[in-house]
T-cell receptor, first 118, second 112 residues
Framework: ETGVTQTPRHLVMGMTNKKSLKCEQHLGHNAMYWYKQSAKKPLELMFVYNFKEQTENNSVPSRFSPECPNSSHLFLHLHTLQPEDSALYLC?????????????????FGPGTRLTVL | AQTVTQSQPEMSVQEAETVTLSCTYDTSESDYYLFWYKQPPSRQMILVIRQEAYKQQNATENRFSVNFQKAAKSFSLKISDSQLGDAAMYFCAYLGTYKYIFGTGTRLKVLA
Protein backbone atom coordinates (compact mmCIF):
# COMPACT_ATOMS: atom_id res chain seq x y z
CA GLU A 1 0.00 0.00 0.00
CA THR A 2 1.20 3.47 -0.79
CA GLY A 3 0.09 6.95 0.18
CA VAL A 4 -2.92 7.31 2.42
CA THR A 5 -5.50 4.55 2.73
CA GLN A 6 -8.91 4.62 4.35
CA THR A 7 -11.30 1.85 5.34
CA PRO A 8 -14.11 1.24 4.87
CA ARG A 9 -14.80 3.08 1.63
CA HIS A 10 -18.55 3.04 2.27
CA LEU A 11 -20.43 2.80 5.55
CA VAL A 12 -24.14 2.82 6.31
CA MET A 13 -25.12 3.00 9.94
CA GLY A 14 -28.12 3.64 12.12
CA MET A 15 -28.21 6.43 14.63
CA THR A 16 -27.69 4.04 17.54
CA ASN A 17 -24.72 2.21 16.04
CA LYS A 18 -21.06 2.54 16.96
CA LYS A 19 -18.52 2.31 14.18
CA SER A 20 -14.96 3.40 13.46
CA LEU A 21 -13.21 4.82 10.43
CA LYS A 22 -9.60 3.94 9.89
CA CYS A 23 -6.84 5.85 8.16
CA GLU A 24 -3.28 4.74 7.54
CA GLN A 25 -0.46 6.69 5.95
CA HIS A 26 2.64 5.11 4.45
CA LEU A 27 4.52 8.35 3.81
CA GLY A 28 6.41 8.77 7.06
CA HIS A 29 4.53 11.96 7.86
CA ASN A 30 4.15 13.37 11.36
CA ALA A 31 0.73 15.00 11.10
CA MET A 32 -2.69 13.58 10.28
CA TYR A 33 -6.08 15.18 9.74
CA TRP A 34 -9.77 14.35 9.56
CA TYR A 35 -11.98 16.39 7.24
CA LYS A 36 -15.70 16.31 6.57
CA GLN A 37 -16.79 16.95 2.99
CA SER A 38 -20.43 17.79 2.40
CA ALA A 39 -21.99 18.81 -0.88
CA LYS A 40 -21.62 22.51 -1.75
CA LYS A 41 -19.67 23.24 1.43
CA PRO A 42 -15.96 23.82 1.95
CA LEU A 43 -13.99 20.99 3.42
CA GLU A 44 -14.38 21.18 7.17
CA LEU A 45 -11.29 20.45 9.19
CA MET A 46 -12.35 18.33 12.16
CA PHE A 47 -9.20 17.16 13.93
CA VAL A 48 -5.46 17.61 13.63
CA TYR A 49 -2.79 15.42 15.15
CA ASN A 50 0.86 16.47 15.16
CA PHE A 51 3.31 13.94 16.52
CA LYS A 52 0.31 11.95 17.84
CA GLU A 53 -0.89 14.90 19.91
CA GLN A 54 -4.22 16.43 19.10
CA THR A 55 -3.58 20.06 18.33
CA GLU A 56 -6.91 21.14 16.96
CA ASN A 57 -10.55 20.29 17.45
CA ASN A 58 -12.80 22.61 15.50
CA SER A 59 -15.87 22.45 17.75
CA VAL A 60 -16.68 18.95 16.58
CA PRO A 61 -19.59 17.26 18.43
CA SER A 62 -18.54 14.67 20.99
CA ARG A 63 -20.25 11.93 18.99
CA PHE A 64 -17.05 12.02 16.90
CA SER A 65 -14.03 10.77 18.80
CA PRO A 66 -10.57 10.64 17.22
CA GLU A 67 -7.75 8.35 18.18
CA CYS A 68 -4.15 8.45 17.01
CA PRO A 69 -2.22 5.49 18.45
CA ASN A 70 0.91 6.22 16.39
CA SER A 71 2.06 8.54 13.65
CA SER A 72 0.86 6.18 10.90
CA HIS A 73 -2.68 5.44 12.07
CA LEU A 74 -5.69 7.59 12.75
CA PHE A 75 -9.18 6.50 13.74
CA LEU A 76 -12.49 8.29 13.94
CA HIS A 77 -14.90 6.60 16.34
CA LEU A 78 -18.56 7.28 15.66
CA HIS A 79 -21.51 6.86 18.00
CA THR A 80 -25.11 8.07 18.08
CA LEU A 81 -24.68 9.99 14.86
CA GLN A 82 -27.35 12.11 13.22
CA PRO A 83 -28.52 12.02 9.60
CA GLU A 84 -26.83 15.38 8.99
CA ASP A 85 -23.51 13.67 9.71
CA SER A 86 -23.81 11.85 6.40
CA ALA A 87 -20.87 12.99 4.30
CA LEU A 88 -17.54 12.00 2.83
CA TYR A 89 -14.89 11.78 5.53
CA LEU A 90 -11.40 12.41 4.28
CA CYS A 91 -8.15 11.65 6.02
CA UNK A 92 -4.95 13.46 5.12
CA UNK A 93 -1.36 13.48 6.26
CA UNK A 94 1.55 15.87 5.95
CA UNK A 95 5.03 16.53 7.16
CA UNK A 96 4.71 19.37 9.61
CA UNK A 97 6.22 22.53 8.26
CA UNK A 98 9.62 23.19 9.78
CA UNK A 99 9.13 26.90 9.51
CA UNK A 100 10.81 29.58 7.48
CA UNK A 101 10.53 30.49 3.88
CA UNK A 102 10.50 27.66 1.41
CA UNK A 103 8.83 25.02 3.57
CA UNK A 104 5.20 24.01 3.61
CA UNK A 105 3.14 21.04 4.61
CA UNK A 106 1.43 19.79 1.47
CA UNK A 107 -1.35 17.42 2.45
CA UNK A 108 -1.83 13.99 0.94
CA PHE A 109 -5.39 12.73 1.00
CA GLY A 110 -6.95 9.31 1.26
CA PRO A 111 -9.88 8.25 -0.94
CA GLY A 112 -12.41 8.93 1.78
CA THR A 113 -15.19 7.02 3.50
CA ARG A 114 -18.71 7.71 2.26
CA LEU A 115 -20.82 7.66 5.42
CA THR A 116 -24.60 7.43 5.37
CA VAL A 117 -26.51 7.73 8.63
CA LEU A 118 -30.05 6.43 8.52
CA ALA B 1 -10.39 34.87 10.08
CA GLN B 2 -9.17 33.67 6.74
CA THR B 3 -11.65 32.77 4.01
CA VAL B 4 -11.39 31.22 0.57
CA THR B 5 -14.02 31.87 -2.09
CA GLN B 6 -14.57 30.01 -5.32
CA SER B 7 -17.39 31.78 -7.11
CA GLN B 8 -17.79 29.30 -9.95
CA PRO B 9 -19.62 26.14 -8.81
CA GLU B 10 -19.28 24.62 -12.26
CA MET B 11 -17.32 25.27 -15.43
CA SER B 12 -17.18 23.59 -18.82
CA VAL B 13 -14.38 23.56 -21.35
CA GLN B 14 -13.97 22.01 -24.76
CA GLU B 15 -11.22 19.46 -25.07
CA ALA B 16 -7.90 21.08 -26.09
CA GLU B 17 -9.13 24.52 -25.05
CA THR B 18 -8.04 26.66 -22.10
CA VAL B 19 -10.06 27.32 -18.97
CA THR B 20 -9.45 29.51 -15.93
CA LEU B 21 -10.84 28.75 -12.49
CA SER B 22 -11.04 31.65 -10.08
CA CYS B 23 -10.24 31.82 -6.39
CA THR B 24 -10.10 34.75 -4.00
CA TYR B 25 -9.09 34.73 -0.39
CA ASP B 26 -8.98 37.03 2.55
CA THR B 27 -6.20 37.15 5.11
CA SER B 28 -4.20 39.55 7.21
CA GLU B 29 -1.16 37.28 7.20
CA SER B 30 1.84 38.07 5.03
CA ASP B 31 3.39 34.61 4.98
CA TYR B 32 1.19 31.86 3.58
CA TYR B 33 0.82 29.30 0.82
CA LEU B 34 -1.86 28.69 -1.76
CA PHE B 35 -2.77 25.44 -3.42
CA TRP B 36 -5.03 23.99 -6.04
CA TYR B 37 -6.19 20.45 -5.40
CA LYS B 38 -7.99 18.19 -7.85
CA GLN B 39 -10.56 15.62 -6.78
CA PRO B 40 -11.50 13.26 -9.65
CA PRO B 41 -14.71 11.23 -9.51
CA SER B 42 -12.79 8.46 -7.74
CA ARG B 43 -12.51 11.00 -4.88
CA GLN B 44 -8.81 10.86 -3.96
CA MET B 45 -7.68 14.44 -3.81
CA ILE B 46 -4.30 15.27 -5.26
CA LEU B 47 -2.21 18.41 -5.34
CA VAL B 48 -2.12 20.18 -8.70
CA ILE B 49 -0.01 23.23 -8.03
CA ARG B 50 1.22 25.39 -5.16
CA GLN B 51 2.32 28.99 -4.74
CA GLU B 52 4.33 30.58 -1.97
CA ALA B 53 3.03 34.04 -1.16
CA TYR B 54 6.52 35.52 -0.91
CA LYS B 55 7.26 34.55 -4.52
CA GLN B 56 6.17 37.00 -7.18
CA GLN B 57 6.66 34.55 -10.01
CA ASN B 58 3.56 32.57 -10.90
CA ALA B 59 3.86 28.82 -10.43
CA THR B 60 3.67 26.56 -13.46
CA GLU B 61 3.30 22.79 -13.62
CA ASN B 62 3.11 21.48 -17.19
CA ARG B 63 -0.37 22.48 -18.51
CA PHE B 64 -1.33 24.06 -15.20
CA SER B 65 -0.39 27.59 -14.22
CA VAL B 66 -1.60 30.15 -11.75
CA ASN B 67 -2.18 33.87 -11.84
CA PHE B 68 -1.28 35.02 -8.35
CA GLN B 69 -2.23 38.59 -7.54
CA LYS B 70 -1.21 39.13 -3.94
CA ALA B 71 -2.54 42.66 -3.56
CA ALA B 72 -5.89 41.63 -4.98
CA LYS B 73 -5.82 38.36 -3.01
CA SER B 74 -6.59 36.43 -6.15
CA PHE B 75 -5.26 33.01 -7.13
CA SER B 76 -6.70 31.65 -10.38
CA LEU B 77 -5.81 28.36 -12.05
CA LYS B 78 -5.35 28.14 -15.81
CA ILE B 79 -5.55 24.76 -17.50
CA SER B 80 -4.21 24.75 -21.04
CA ASP B 81 -4.92 22.12 -23.69
CA SER B 82 -7.68 20.60 -21.54
CA GLN B 83 -7.95 16.84 -21.52
CA LEU B 84 -10.82 14.54 -20.60
CA GLY B 85 -8.83 13.45 -17.55
CA ASP B 86 -8.94 17.00 -16.22
CA ALA B 87 -12.62 16.60 -15.39
CA ALA B 88 -12.86 16.83 -11.61
CA MET B 89 -13.67 19.04 -8.66
CA TYR B 90 -10.99 21.64 -8.12
CA PHE B 91 -10.42 23.10 -4.68
CA CYS B 92 -8.48 26.20 -3.88
CA ALA B 93 -6.77 26.07 -0.48
CA TYR B 94 -5.00 28.50 1.78
CA LEU B 95 -2.36 27.53 4.30
CA GLY B 96 -1.33 29.99 6.94
CA THR B 97 -0.17 29.46 10.49
CA TYR B 98 -0.35 25.70 10.06
CA LYS B 99 -4.04 25.67 9.18
CA TYR B 100 -5.63 24.72 5.87
CA ILE B 101 -8.75 26.49 4.61
CA PHE B 102 -10.51 25.20 1.52
CA GLY B 103 -12.97 26.78 -0.88
CA THR B 104 -16.25 25.18 -1.89
CA GLY B 105 -14.81 23.83 -5.11
CA THR B 106 -15.44 24.20 -8.83
CA ARG B 107 -16.66 21.24 -10.85
CA LEU B 108 -14.91 21.19 -14.20
CA LYS B 109 -16.50 19.36 -17.12
CA VAL B 110 -14.45 18.65 -20.21
CA LEU B 111 -16.45 18.25 -23.40
CA ALA B 112 -15.18 15.97 -26.15
Amino acid sequence: ETGVTQTPRHLVMGMTNKKSLKCEQHLGHNAMYWYKQSAKKPLELMFVYNFKEQTENNSVPSRFSPECPNSSHLFLHLHTLQPEDSALYLCASSQERSGGAGSYNEQFFGPGTRLTVL
Amino acid sequence: AQTVTQSQPEMSVQEAETVTLSCTYDTSESDYYLFWYKQPPSRQMILVIRQEAYKQQNATENRFSVNFQKAAKSFSLKISDSQLGDAAMYFCAYLGTYKYIFGTGTRLKVLA
